[in-house]
């Protein structure tokens, strides 16, 4: 979970990789509308709609990250983030 208030604490959620060479990552909202979506190695949400002015509300998020390696393996990471402000 992660706490998206300007507080300066818990306001970004980041997943951490190593050895990685590509990296897709969608966070959709619990109709599967995409809110996030990113192909960056180090992708960060700060809890907006599709990085624009607008947050999205309280909730549970879920994830699905497609994650390339530098020794050629592959893996897809799924998961739930809550979001609390």
């Given at each position: 979970?992660?706490?998206?208030?300007?507080?300066?604490?818990?306001?970004?959620?980041?997943?951490?990789?190593?050895?990685?060479?590509?990296?897709?990552?969608?966070?959709?909202?619990?109709?599967?509308?995409?809110?996030?979506?990113?192909?960056?190695?180090?992708?960060?949400?700060?809890?907006?709609?599709?990085?624009?002015?607008?947050?999205?509300?309280?909730?549970?998020?879920?994830?699905?990250?497609?994650?390339?390696?530098?020794?050629?393996?592959?893996k897809v990471f799924q998961g739930h983030i809550?979001?609390?402000?």
């Amino acid at each position: 979970s992660f706490t998206p208030d300007d507080n300066g604490i818990n306001d970004v959620w980041f997943p951490v990789f190593t050895n990685v060479r590509a990296v897709r990552t969608v966070i959709v909202n619990r109709w599967g509308e995409v809110v996030f979506e990113s192909e960056d190695l180090e992708p960060k949400w700060m809890g907006n709609w599709l990085g624009g002015d607008y947050y999205v509300p309280d909730g549970v998020y879920t994830y699905r990250i497609e994650a390339n390696f530098v020794d050629v393996s592959a893996k897809v990471f799924q998961g739930h983030i809550t979001l609390l402000r």
